[in-house]
């Protein structure tokens, strides 16, 4: 039936309605009772009125013969029953009789038809909207997850750590997280009003190998009071959270518990701590979450086993080692508290705390993870806040760019249907129908393209997972982003759907129909501005993608000064490794499996270990700066593959060699030294004698730290003692399967109770590029992303344009102009709009990536070719995507394109 | 154009509205197909599958008088056209023909008599 027809008003027989609310029940039986009037109600209100009479009628028979054989309980739910069981297609008002009902089918059926018809216009418009859609989710969902960071701890508002800010030596104010046992146990004494709770964490993560039985693993844990876990709240599996109340005692995540002890629970076994001490299981947690602090934590141990079980350890004053975490009362001014403290803690100063002005804050939880970068002593905005805030605004210019096209299509479409809402008119057809139209169509077209997003987004979140080395599970049971969802669906639909809506049904029917609609210039203008917005992304996107690999490619390509290919390291966790050392260095080296082992007492790929105190003949009065200082074992130097400029390495047979220093390059031009071969470096901490040392050898600088910083300056002492680390340069000739299998072996021929669990050296090194290569990778994703949904929509665009001119194209080839001719014709606006926007992205961009260059001390150039690259690249997908349409006008046969009418 | 094939429960119904007669009327039907049947029915989904026959032409329909037992109201009384009863008649012929076909009673038959 057509839609606009005119209809017989539906019958509703009002007149009779009254009757059916009488119960004539049988006579004698109405002790029965009566059907359930509610019921009743329900079932007059949705059902037609023409059926009211029998199937009331119906019902009651069903009824009083229930209650007969029955009960009149089983009656009244028997009729309850029934009424529902009406509730179908052929029994209920809405379904047919109503106008809107029809409406709404035909109109669906209208914009279904409509998608079907134009299939590529379709794709291209779903498509690209919900791309756009799934990038926004996956950014809102790694935003939700940055700033939820620890919100799994209960106590999350009152949690706070201590800091301590002070002089840096250098002129600067430094603010450090490492405090001594001391201030801690002072602190719990002095202020129990203001602090509910305080507990110490040993400060550098240690990674102890822990065992039970054959099954040994080196695990990343975290050593503190016993008061500590309920302070952070855990989930509990097994056990209680008091778990830590022995000293030696340990709790373990489910995962590691699984390791060690299968699905048992392992409350009161043991496991083995480095192979030495037994600590009892007193509790397993949930794995906590990777958005918090101490997520890596594998298990929680007591404090006290580091300092060798010695309660005296807890009130040291000189060394800072453990990091304090307090429990605030309510209400407690926390900068007040601060001030307090730092008074309390002022009488016991040493010479140098006193000396670099130490103070403390308190710095709460909820700023952990996003607000912990200070610049002189002041929190400034950290690098975690800036890339929330980056990938939130590409998200938002994202969607943006999508929803654009998405209405920029649509409106543009809508252009073509004028004639349709002429002949819609003519045959009738109110202007609030139309509306309802278009409408339904913009909303049918969204509501696909967030189906497709919710598939994409199952689809990628395994992968963004791992490029963005987070833990985000899928949102379907969060309410949040449903609702958000919901909004932005109706948004979007309802934007896109209101300019067809209202301006499309506003025509005259008989101007539509002539033919003498032309779209108004303001049209044209504000598309050709989304035009240039969206290209102005898409190439600052371009640029900023370029130099992120650029400035990757500029770190990894800084000479290392050491190899770590071809190297494995090793940190042996056994208490009898001290006495080994000597015996497994002969061992591997006599199976001819490895070219030189070495020892250190900090890993080649960190900057541990800082000194000063250290003077020289010649030395400028001023300098007051540390080195970065470790010892090595003969060997160490071949093993790392160490390059020398000038002197030697230390000697196993010159016993004067344990008086002498190696230094690197950076050293000897921080030192001033022109010759430094022979130089004697007195080296005077405060905490031992004075020691003279004799520079024997100066190295090429190593990247230890950070590969995007400058290297430090740094001594290396001769001294195998206190080394734990193993370096072996494998023997190039043999492969690494059966040179490793060897080594391993002997391994554990000599260290039974430690596993042989090495790194490749170059894997440890590779892991310095991590954070920037997620960025590169993200970036690029986003970029694909953008530069794709910009090409739809200017794919789209250049169709619209081009069916537009098809009778202009006619003519002008009817007159002579060539294929050349018309593509120049219909790609050079194009063109422009993207030189526009090149003109608008350059200098945005380099700002933008100037100031995140400056971030870095290591930097690559903001090189021109790169905006060359990303201009060109951006004209040439745009010239490209423009002449597919621009060549397929210019080539169609001119007679048809005029015949038509 | 309607479909105008019988299902196995339309089928059922449109025999039992044969059968009752002239008092084949929604609740009645119901109660048949429970009692012939064992199997509990809704008189909603009877007297859905009634519309539906009658759209298929299979079943035609008209109110009865007034009776006192349903507080006055009126009973919509079904009847089976000609084309409803063509449709059963196929309906039998057919599985007829396909029992027929079927082996272990065709050799019953032989056996059986």
């Known amino acids: 039936m057509p839609p606009y027809a005119l209809r017989a008003p539906s019958q509703r027989e009002d007149s009779t309605m009254k009757n059916f609310k009488n119960h004539i029940a049988p006579s004698g039986e109405t002790k029965r009772g009566t059907p359930p009037r509610l019921a009743e109600k329900l079932l007059l209100w949705f059902l037609k009125d023409e059926l009211a009479e029998e199937v009331l009628g119906d019902l009651d028979e069903k009824f009083y013969s229930t209650a007969e054989k029955h009960s009149t309980r089983k009656a009244r739910r028997n009729y309850w029953y029934q009424v529902i069981n009406y509730l179908r297609p052929f029994a209920f008002r809405f379904f047919k009789f109503k106008n809107s009902n029809t409406m709404f089918n035909h109109n669906f059926k209208v914009s279904y038809r409509q998608m079907l018809k134009n299939k590529g216009y379709s794709f291209i418009n779903i498509g690209g909207l919900a791309m756009g859609m799934v990038v926004a989710m996956l950014i809102g969902l790694w935003v939700k997850d940055e700033l939820t960071f620890n919100q799994n701890h209960k106590n999350y508002n009152s949690i706070a750590q201590m800091l301590r800010v002070e002089s840096n030596g250098q002129g600067g104010i430094a603010v450090n997280n490492a405090l001594a046992t001391g201030m801690g146990t002072l602190v719990r004494e002095s202020f129990p009003d203001q602090i509910e709770d305080l507990f110490m964490v040993r400060a550098r993560k240690q990674a102890p190998i822990i065992g039970n039985g054959d099954k040994k693993f080196r695990e990343t844990g975290v050593f503190l009071e016993e008061n500590g876990p309920s302070v952070l709240t855990l989930d509990m599996v097994y056990g209680s959270i008091d778990g830590l109340k022995e000293t030696r005692s340990i709790m373990l995540s489910e995962t590691l518990s699984t390791k060690l002890f299968g699905a048992e629970n392992p409350v009161g076994e043991t496991v083995k701590l480095n192979a030495d001490i037994d600590l009892l299981v007193g509790g397993v947690y949930k794995d906590l979450p990777k958005n918090s602090k101490f997520s890596d934590a594998a298990f929680f141990s007591r404090l006290l086993l580091l300092f060798r079980e010695n309660e005296e350890s807890m009130n040291v004053w000189n060394n800072y080692n453990i990091d304090i975490y307090v429990k605030l009362a309510n209400n407690v001014n926390q900068e007040q508290l601060a001030e307090l403290i730092t008074e309390k803690i002022k009488g016991h100063y040493d010479d140098w705390a006193r000396e670099s002005g130490q103070t403390f804050i308190l710095h709460p939880m909820q700023d952990w993870h996003l607000r912990s970068e200070w610049k002189d002593g002041k929190p400034v905005l950290s690098k975690e806040m800036k890339f929330v805030r980056l990938y939130g605004v590409i998200g938002v210019f994202v969607l943006l760019l999508a929803c654009i096209n998405f209405m920029n299509l649509s409106t543009a479409r809508s252009e073509k249907r004028a004639k349709e809402v002429g002949i819609r008119k003519t045959l009738g057809s109110l202007r609030k129908q139309l509306i309802t139209q278009f409408y339904m169509e913009s909303f049918l077209y969204t509501i696909s393209a967030f189906g497709l997003s919710l598939v994409l987004l199952w689809a990628l979140l395994p992968w963004f997972n791992e490029t963005a080395g987070k833990g985000i599970a899928t949102p379907w049971n969060l309410l949040e982003f449903w609702l958000a969802c919901t909004a932005f669906v109706l948004f979007t639909a309802v934007v896109s759907g209101s300019y067809p809506a209202t301006y499309l049904s506003s025509f005259k029917p008989i101007k539509a129909l002539k033919g003498g609609l032309r779209p108004g210039k303001g049209a044209s203008h504000s598309r050709k501005v989304l035009v240039v917005f969206q290209f102005t992304i898409s190439i600052a996107l371009i640029i900023g993608t370029i130099t992120v690999n650029n400035q990757i490619q500029a770190a990894k390509d800084r000479p290392i000064g050491y190899s770590p290919k071809g190297m494995i390291a090793l940190a042996p966790g056994s208490p009898r490794f001290g006495q080994q050392k000597e015996l497994m260095k002969q061992e591997i080296l006599n199976t001819g499996m490895a070219e030189a082992v070495g020892f250190s007492n900090y890993p080649v790929t960190s900057t541990l270990g800082w000194n000063h105190g250290f003077s020289w003949e010649g030395m400028d009065p001023g300098f007051d700066q540390s080195f970065n200082t470790i010892t090595i074992s003969n060997g160490y130097a071949d093993a790392v593959d160490m390059e020398f400029i000038a002197g030697r390495d230390f000697d196993p047979n010159r016993e004067t060699d344990k008086n002498a220093i190696l230094i690197n390059e950076s050293a000897m031009k921080a030192m001033q030294l022109e010759n430094p071969i022979g130089t004697v470096v007195k080296y005077d901490p405060s905490w031992r004698d004075a020691v003279n040392y004799t520079i024997i050898g100066v190295v090429k600088d190593m990247i230890k730290g950070s590969p995007f910083q400058q290297t430090d300056q740094s001594i290396m002492f001769l001294d195998q003692e206190y080394t734990s680390y193993m370096y072996i340069r494998l023997n190039p000739n043999v492969s690494p399967s059966e040179s490793l299998a060897a080594i391993g072996e002997v391994y554990s021929q000599v260290l039974p109770e430690a596993p042989f669990d090495f790194h490749f050296a170059d894997d440890q090194y590779n892991q310095k590029f991590e954070a920037e290569l997620r960025i590169g990778s993200l970036a690029k994703f986003f970029t694909l992303l953008a530069i794709l949904i910009s090409c739809l929509g200017l794919f789209g665009l250049s169709s619209f344009v081009a069916e537009q001119r098809t009778k202009e194209i006619g003519i002008r080839k009817v007159l002579g102009a060539s294929v050349l001719n018309l593509w120049q014709l219909l790609s050079k606006d194009f063109a422009l709009l993207i030189v526009i926007a090149c003109l608008i992205a350059i200098p945005i961009s380099y700002q933008v990536l100037q100031g995140w260059l400056n971030s870095y001390e290591v930097k690559t150039q903001l090189y021109w070719w790169v905006f060359a690259v990303a201009g060109l690249g951006g004209l040439v997908v745009t010239i490209a995507t423009v002449s597919f349409q621009a060549l397929k006008a210019a080539v169609s046969n001119p007679v048809r394109s005029l015949r038509s009418e | ?113």
């Open chain 2, 1 to 113: 154009m309607k479909e105008t094939k019988l299902g196995d429960f339309e089928e059922t119904i449109l025999l039992l509205v044969g059968i009752l007669d002239t008092e084949a009327y929604a609740f009645k039907i119901a109660e048949e197909f429970e009692s012939q049947t064992k199997r509990a029915v809704s008189i909603g989904a009877v007297h859905s599958t009634l519309n539906r026959l009658g759209e298929k032409g299979f079943l035609t329909s008209e109110m009865s008088g007034a009776t006192a037992e349903r507080g006055g109201r009126r009973k919509r009384i079904y009847t089976i056209t000609a084309s409803g009863q063509r449709a059963l008649e196929e309906s039998k012929d057919f599985k007829l023909s396909l029992w027929r076909q079927y082996p272990a009673f065709a050799g019953n038959l032989k056996f059986g008599i």
